[in-house]
Protein backbone atom coordinates (compact mmCIF):
# COMPACT_ATOMS: atom_id res chain seq x y z
CA UNK A 1 0.00 0.00 0.00
CA UNK A 2 1.10 3.64 -0.45
CA UNK A 3 2.30 5.31 2.45
CA UNK A 4 -0.79 7.85 3.29
CA UNK A 5 -2.92 4.21 2.91
CA UNK A 6 -0.77 2.44 5.57
CA UNK A 7 -0.51 5.42 8.20
CA UNK A 8 -4.55 5.36 8.24
CA UNK A 9 -4.76 1.29 8.20
CA UNK A 10 -2.49 1.53 11.56
CA UNK A 11 -4.27 4.71 13.02
CA UNK A 12 -7.69 2.81 12.24
CA UNK A 13 -6.26 -0.59 13.48
CA UNK A 14 -8.96 -2.45 16.14
CA UNK A 15 -7.07 -5.69 16.93
CA UNK A 16 -6.65 -7.84 20.41
CA UNK A 17 -8.47 -4.76 22.47
CA UNK A 18 -6.57 -2.25 21.11
CA UNK A 19 -7.19 0.87 19.22
CA UNK A 20 -4.16 2.85 19.35
CA UNK A 21 -1.93 1.55 17.40
CA UNK A 22 0.99 3.11 14.70
CA UNK A 23 3.36 2.98 11.93
CA UNK A 24 6.78 2.78 13.75
CA UNK A 25 9.37 5.37 13.33
CA UNK A 26 12.46 4.27 11.49
CA UNK A 27 14.44 3.27 14.44
CA UNK A 28 11.84 1.07 15.65
CA UNK A 29 11.04 -0.62 12.47
CA UNK A 30 14.93 -1.17 12.07
CA UNK A 31 15.41 -2.09 15.73
CA UNK A 32 12.56 -4.71 15.40
CA UNK A 33 14.04 -6.48 12.18
CA UNK A 34 17.98 -6.60 13.06
CA UNK A 35 17.72 -6.29 16.83
CA UNK A 36 14.15 -8.25 17.93
CA UNK A 37 14.22 -10.97 14.85
CA UNK A 38 18.02 -10.90 14.28
CA UNK A 39 18.47 -9.48 10.77
CA UNK A 40 22.26 -9.71 9.88
CA UNK A 41 23.40 -6.67 8.01
CA UNK A 42 22.86 -7.02 4.37
CA UNK A 43 21.40 -10.45 4.63
CA UNK A 44 17.44 -10.89 4.17
CA UNK A 45 15.55 -11.44 7.15
CA UNK A 46 14.31 -14.83 5.84
CA UNK A 47 17.52 -15.68 5.51
CA UNK A 48 19.36 -14.03 8.75
CA UNK A 49 16.95 -14.45 11.87
CA UNK A 50 16.35 -15.87 15.15
CA UNK A 51 14.30 -17.73 17.01
CA UNK A 52 11.32 -14.81 17.77
CA UNK A 53 11.05 -14.46 13.58
CA UNK A 54 9.17 -17.91 14.02
CA UNK A 55 6.78 -16.35 15.84
CA UNK A 56 5.34 -13.87 13.39
CA UNK A 57 3.63 -15.19 10.09
CA UNK A 58 3.49 -13.99 6.60
CA UNK A 59 7.01 -12.01 7.06
CA UNK A 60 7.88 -10.37 3.68
CA UNK A 61 11.64 -9.97 2.36
CA UNK A 62 10.88 -7.07 0.82
CA UNK A 63 10.09 -3.63 2.49
CA UNK A 64 7.68 -2.07 5.17
CA UNK A 65 7.05 1.54 5.25
CA UNK A 66 7.99 3.44 8.66
CA UNK A 67 5.53 6.83 10.14
CA UNK A 68 8.53 8.74 9.84
CA UNK A 69 8.48 11.18 7.05
CA UNK A 70 11.48 12.11 4.64
CA UNK A 71 12.65 15.59 5.60
CA UNK A 72 14.40 16.34 2.86
CA UNK A 73 12.05 15.42 0.36
CA UNK A 74 8.09 16.05 1.37
CA UNK A 75 6.75 13.65 -1.05
CA UNK A 76 9.04 10.71 0.69
CA UNK A 77 9.05 8.67 3.56
CA UNK A 78 11.23 6.13 5.82
CA UNK A 79 11.41 2.22 4.80
CA UNK A 80 13.18 -0.15 5.82
CA UNK A 81 14.37 -2.78 3.36
CA UNK A 82 14.26 -6.67 5.08
CA UNK A 83 16.52 -8.03 2.03
CA UNK A 84 19.60 -6.12 2.65
CA UNK A 85 18.47 -4.38 6.49
CA UNK A 86 19.06 -1.08 4.64
CA UNK A 87 16.87 2.27 5.62
CA UNK A 88 16.21 4.87 2.57
CA UNK A 89 13.51 7.03 1.65
CA UNK A 90 11.01 6.21 -1.18
CA UNK A 91 8.46 8.17 -2.90
CA UNK A 92 4.83 7.89 -0.65
CA UNK A 93 2.96 6.64 -3.52
CA UNK A 94 5.18 3.56 -3.75
CA UNK A 95 3.44 0.49 -2.70
CA UNK A 96 4.85 -1.15 0.33
CA UNK A 97 4.47 -3.40 3.54
CA UNK A 98 2.95 -1.92 6.76
CA UNK A 99 4.26 -3.34 9.90
CA UNK A 100 1.75 -1.84 12.80
CA UNK A 101 2.86 -1.19 16.83
CA UNK A 102 1.48 0.20 19.82
CA UNK A 103 3.48 2.93 21.71
CA UNK A 104 6.00 1.82 23.94
CA UNK A 105 6.00 -1.82 22.20
CA UNK A 106 8.67 -1.83 20.27
CA UNK A 107 12.44 -0.99 22.08
CA UNK A 108 16.04 -2.52 22.34
CA UNK A 109 17.04 -3.96 25.58
CA UNK A 110 19.21 -1.32 27.38
CA UNK A 111 22.86 -2.20 27.80
CA UNK A 112 22.90 -1.68 31.33
CA UNK A 113 19.55 -4.05 31.61
CA UNK A 114 21.01 -6.49 29.57
CA UNK A 115 24.19 -6.31 31.68
CA UNK A 116 22.79 -7.47 34.99
CA UNK A 117 20.97 -9.80 33.19
CA UNK A 118 24.55 -11.58 32.88
CA UNK A 119 24.99 -10.93 36.66
Known amino acids: MDWATAVAWANNLDYAGYTDWVLPTIDQLATQFSTNLGE ?10 NDSYNLFTNLQSYAYWSGSEW ?22 DGQLYAWAVRPGDVAAVPVPGAFWLFG
Do not use: E, L, R
Open 71 to 92: TSISSYAWYFFTDTGNQDGYDK
Open 40 to 49: ASGQSIAASH
